[in-house]
């Protein structure tokens, strides 16, 4: 399974962004998807997952309410929609796949892909 996420650039507070990961090489039911990032100097952090049909999601406190994560099964392709953004949203974001669990923790996730820098200027 590879991932590609793709979407990120540099935005004003306030504004907004959609963060796409596609996924290929998938053979089996789809997996649930989530969205990690990693600010400069600071641990990866986990952001938003979805679960396998998209009725279930789960989001960290400091995006609830701004960032809405959903999928497109038919495409394999996760979505990051970012809106009222932050300085401190600025990160690189990747998108991760797990074969088993919904889960905030990284080390449930299977597969991994390069990330997507997302820069919020104040």
């Known amino acids: 399974v590879q991932l590609q996420a793709s979407g990120g650039g540099l935005v004003q507070a306030g504004e907004t962004l959609r963060l796409s990961c596609a996924a290929s090489?998938?053979?089996?039911?789809?997996?649930?998807m989530a969205w990690f990032r990693q600010a400069p100097g600071k641990e990866r952090e986990f952001v938003a997952a979805?679960?396998?049909?998209?009725?279930?999601?789960d989001y960290a406190d400091s995006v609830k309410g701004r960032f809405t994560i959903a999928r497109d099964n038919a495409k394999n392709t996760v979505y990051l929609q970012m809106n009222s953004l932050k300085p401190e949203d600025t990160a690189v974001y990747c998108c991760?796949?797990?074969?088993?669990?919904?889960?905030?923790?990284?080390?449930?996730?299977?597969?991994w892909g390069q990330g997507t820098l997302v820069t919020v200027s104040s």
């Open positions: 991760a796949a797990s074969t088993e669990f919904l889960s905030r923790r990284q080390n449930e996730y299977d597969y």
């Open positions: 979805i679960s396998r049909s998209g009725g279930r999601t």
């Open positions: 090489g998938i053979t089996r039911s789809p997996y649930i």
